[in-house]
């Protein structure tokens, strides 16, 4: 959001909100409030019909947001234009953490793409949308794990300003009082910086409207990524942060049981999927619009001050020796 209000009078921006306190900031910052919450279907209908372009990058997983905003945006008169955030969980494996897969996604490979089953709740949705809107022009972009933090204004303190993945395991190592892998931590993932992700939002919302962006069941998908990690060796770094900080009882990383899956993170079956699967693609329709990331293999330099940052938000401040 930060970088479309610093686009001036281009664009007139239109955001949900769950709060007054929510809809006042942003008021100040020139957005235009819309209360409500993503199952308040006929609200997102209403704010989809009077918009040009919408922009859903609240909750890849929730289809009847989806549904709602497609809705609006096929009742207009002049064909409207989705934007719409998924992620690239949708090409991940089941290895969980137990070992390295060579397979790596391209977003020009589509027919592959399109090709996994709708297992994952990202991909369930992606997939409603791509066979149901034949009448508006679709564009799908699919972060890996974002990392960093965003330069989002933050005087209003409303704002979210990391992503989950880091975070959450954070918190959950707080309480466990060790850093933990899921699996042995062999699996690899793709990353990107927020920040590198929110110029690409930027420049593809300028390519869609000029017409020189793919859109579509065949070519709309975008991956936007600038590195890759292998889980153990990020794991074993927040691991020594958070040692070195006094938050956990020792350095030395151990692996996750079941049971620790289900009380401190999603579950095993979804945290398997979260952290524990491979998941690498390339960026290469992303780039083919001139996206150049600034901060690509950032990841570990940004490591300590994310781990910090999720630290100061969890309520598990301190290890109980």
Request: with cysteine; glycine share 8%.
């Amino acid at each position: 959001m930060s970088l479309l209000l610093q686009q001036g009078e281009k664009y007139s921006i239109t955001a949900l909100v769950r709060s007054d306190a929510a809809a006042h900031a942003l008021r100040d910052l020139g957005v235009t409030p819309v209360p409500g919450t993503l199952d308040d279907s006929d609200t997102l209908q209403q704010a989809a019909l009077e918009s040009d372009i919408v922009l859903n990058i609240a909750d890849c997983s929730h289809l009847g947001a989806a549904q709602a905003l497609v809705k609006g945006l096929q009742a207009k008169e002049e064909k409207g234009i989705l934007i719409h955030t998924s992620g690239t969980a949708i090409v991940s494996d089941d290895s969980k953490g137990e070992f390295t897969c060579e397979k790596v996604y391209s977003d020009l490979d589509i027919s592959a793409i399109r090709a996994f089953p709708a297992g994952d709740t990202h991909k369930r949705v992606d997939d409603w949308i791509l066979d149901n809107t034949p009448d508006i022009k679709v564009v799908i972009v699919c972060p890996p794990l974002i990392y960093g933090e965003s330069s989002t204004p933050t005087s209003t303190g409303l704002l979210k300003r990391q992503s989950y993945q880091i975070p959450f395991l954070v918190d959950a190592y707080l309480r466990l009082g060790r850093a933990a892998t899921v699996g042995k931590g062999h699996n690899i993932w793709s990353n990107v910086h927020v920040q590198d992700l929110a110029e690409f939002y930027v420049l593809l919302l300028d390519k869609v409207l000029k017409g020189e962006a793919h859109s579509g069941p065949d070519t709309g998908y975008y991956f936007v990524e600038s590195g890759e990690h292998q889980f153990g060796a990020l794991v074993a770094q927040i691991g020594d942060i958070l040692h070195r900080m006094g938050k956990i009882e020792s350095a030395e990383t151990i692996i996750f049981t079941d049971a620790q899956l289900d009380e401190y993170l999603f579950g095993h079956q979804e945290s398997y999927s979260t952290w524990g699967s491979n998941c690498r693609c390339r960026a290469d329709r992303a780039r083919s619009l001139g996206w150049q990331p600034k901060r690509a293999n950032q990841l570990f330099a940004c490591l300590e001050h994310d781990v910090k940052a999720a630290v100061a938000e969890s309520r598990w401040l301190t290890f109980q020796r």
